[in-house]
């Protein structure tokens, strides 16, 4: 279940979290995990191909993409190290967590952040331009499908 901090207030309520986030024009969703944490990542696009397709066509994206970080993978410290400081990408940054968790700290001004851990299920969109950081919990794993509207926007 998805964690939002805020304003010295945790979220775990769906509703809430949403209504929150929405404030700050960022979309919070939850699709659910239907099997795919044990699916291989070849299939998970499969499995979520309804979910995938409609949101291609509503926010006009052009290709999904599957990331999967684990412990063991080679060089993670030296990965997650382009994204967890403060930056933005040129397009949209829409990302639906399979497994494992990650945190966005996402600028609502100049002093304060939305704290959103993103687990199994979650699909978050961070608009164009909004400054935010992302980084794994102390598991370090995550699997998620990444959404851009051009492979320019992966670009922090």
């Known amino acids: 279940m998805a964690k939002l901090e805020f304003r010295g207030k945790t979220y775990t309520n769906e509703n809430e ?7 700050y024009g960022v979309p919070f969703e ?25 949101l ?7 290709s999904a993409d599957l990331i999967a970080l684990k412990p063991v993978t080679p060089n993670l410290d030296g990965i997650i ?6 930056h ?10 399979v497994e494992g968790e990650g945190v966005f700290e996402i600028n609502v001004n100049e002093t304060e952040r ?10 978050i969109g961070i608009p164009a331009m909004r ?15 990444l959404r851009f509207l051009t492979k320019a926007g992966w670009e922090a």
């Open 17 to 23: 979290i949403r209504a929150v986030m929405a404030e």
């Open 30 to 54: 939850r699709w659910g995990v239907r099997g795919a944490a044990d699916a291989a990542d070849e299939q998970v696009l499969s499995i979520y191909k309804p979910e995938v397709d409609q």
């Open 56 to 62: 291609m066509a509503a926010g006009g994206y052009l």
């Open 81 to 86: 190290a382009r994204f967890d400081k403060e």
């Open 88 to 97: 933005h990408h040129v397009d949209d940054e829409v990302r639906f967590t």
């Open 114 to 123: 939305l704290k959103f851990t993103a687990e199994p299920g979650d699909l």
């Open 131 to 145: 400054r935010h950081r992302f980084y794994l919990t102390d598991k370090k794993n995550i699997r998620c499908i």
